[in-house]
T-cell receptor, first 112, second 113 residues
Framework: KQEVTQIPAALSVPEGENLVLNCSFTDSAIYNLQWFRQDPGKGLTSLLLIQSSQREQTSGRLNASLDKSSGRSTLYIAASQPGDSATYLCAVIETGANNLFFGTGTRLTVIP | KAGVTQTPRYLIKTRGQQVTLSCSPISGHRSVSWYQQTPGQGLQFLFEYFSETQRNKGNFPGRFSGRQFSNSRSEMNVSTLELGDSALYLC????????????FGPGTRLTVL
């Protein structure tokens, strides 16, 4: 059974710092991986989608990488800002499935 | 382009009642998926609809059901509510399939007393 784990569960950093969030999954037979952010009490905002054939995707200050063989993805946030404070979730779609399987999330706080 | 909308945003019900939640996908999107989010279990997949047909279902009891209309709008229904059904219910839409990039609505916060 697929398990998606995100470490750390919580992270506090000073404004301006670069940071890396980690996501690991146990079954490497995935179709794609998607990163989201969730603000308290709100829905999910899609950040980046990486297809299984891709190694990374970039959007602005965000860069996500995927190493399918080792079951890992990282989300790199450059020059963090207080507005980046949120919970970050990664989710995979397994080969043959149509639904997202979510990780446990990392709660990020960027201190001004 | 308008995003995914969900109504109502908040609901309070008592045990044993039933509830219906509504989701309007992004215009042109034909796939709608539903997820339940709780502090203990995190985000879990409920079901996916495409062209008015349930295409995929998660591991939830039969009290949870849904449907999709010809305009791609979707509803989910929970009958005989239990305290454990208290959760944030999220709807996501995608162009053709749950495999496409999914876009989420703001959610409906259901509280069961």
């Amino acid at each position: 059974k697929q398990e998606v784990t995100q470490i750390p569960a919580a992270l506090s950093v000073p404004e301006g710092e670069n940071l890396v969030l980690n996501c690991s999954f146990t079954d490497s037979a995935i179709y794609n991986l998607q990163w989201f952010r969730q603000d308290p009490g709100k829905g999910l905002t899609s950040l980046l989608l990486i297809q299984s054939s891709q190694r990374e995707q970039t959007s602005g200050r965000l860069n996500a990488s995927l190493d399918k063989s080792s079951g890992r993805s990282t989300l790199y946030i450059a020059a963090s800002q207080p507005g980046d404070s949120a919970t970050y979730l990664c989710a995979v779609i397994e080969t043959g499935a149509n639904n997202l399987f979510f990780g446990t999330g990392t709660r990020l706080t960027v201190i001004p | 382009k308008a995003g995914v909308t969900q109504t109502p945003r908040y609901l309070i019900k008592t045990r044993g009642q039933q509830v219906t939640l509504s989701c309007s996908p992004i215009s042109g999107h034909r796939s709608v998926s539903w997820y339940q989010q709780t502090p203990g279990q995190g985000l879990q997949f409920l079901f996916e609809y495409f062209s008015e047909t349930q295409r995929n279902k998660g591991n939830f009891p039969g009290r949870f059901s849904g449907r999709q209309f010809s305009n791609s709008r979707s509803e989910m229904n929970v009958s005989t509510l239990e305290l454990g059904d208290s959760a944030l219910y999220l709807c996501a839409s995608s162009p053709q399939s749950g495999r496409d990039e999914q876009f989420f609505g703001p959610g409906t916060r259901l509280t069961v007393l």
